[in-house]
């Protein structure tokens, strides 16, 4: 699976937020594919990975979000024990640190996907798709 836009948004720490944010998306037709939040400051940090980031960023612009990008890796894994061990013994094996991660959902086949927040996230994406290229 190719490297994807992930949003990183941070919004007020209050009841409602997250939910105007998540429709704001929806009316644009954007589907949110792995998503995290967590307290920080009086406000809540979001990541996201879309299925369509252009129409995604024209949501956040147009409701006046403050928002930041970044290349992030994915991969689908099989939905078994070990999955994510391998995929991250994968990247440690190529010397790749994994700055942050979290899942999803693979939007066509339901299937787990993994979200890695690497530096090179070109060689992450290589590592991890001839690590899962076969998995079954």
Not at 87 to 100: K, R, T
Request: aromatic letters at 8%.
């Amino acid at each position: 699976m190719p490297a994807n836009k992930e949003f990183s948004v941070r919004m007020e720490d209050k009841p409602g937020t997250l939910g105007k944010f998540c429709r704001a998306l929806a009316e644009r037709g954007v589907n949110i594919v792995a998503f995290e939040a967590w307290p920080a400051q009086w406000n809540s940090e979001v990541r996201l990975v879309v299925d369509n980031p252009q129409s995604a960023k024209t949501a956040l612009d147009n409701h006046k979000v403050d928002y930041s990008e970044r290349d992030v890796a994915l991969v689908k894994i099989p939905h078994r024990p070990g999955e994510l061990a391998r995929a991250a013994s994968q990247l440690g094996d190529a010397s790749i640190n994994v700055d942050y991660a979290y899942g999803g959902v693979e939007p066509t086949t339901n299937s787990p996907m993994l979200i890695f927040g690497v530096a090179d996230v070109s060689k992450a994406v290589k590592v991890l798709d001839e690590a899962f290229s076969k998995a079954a």
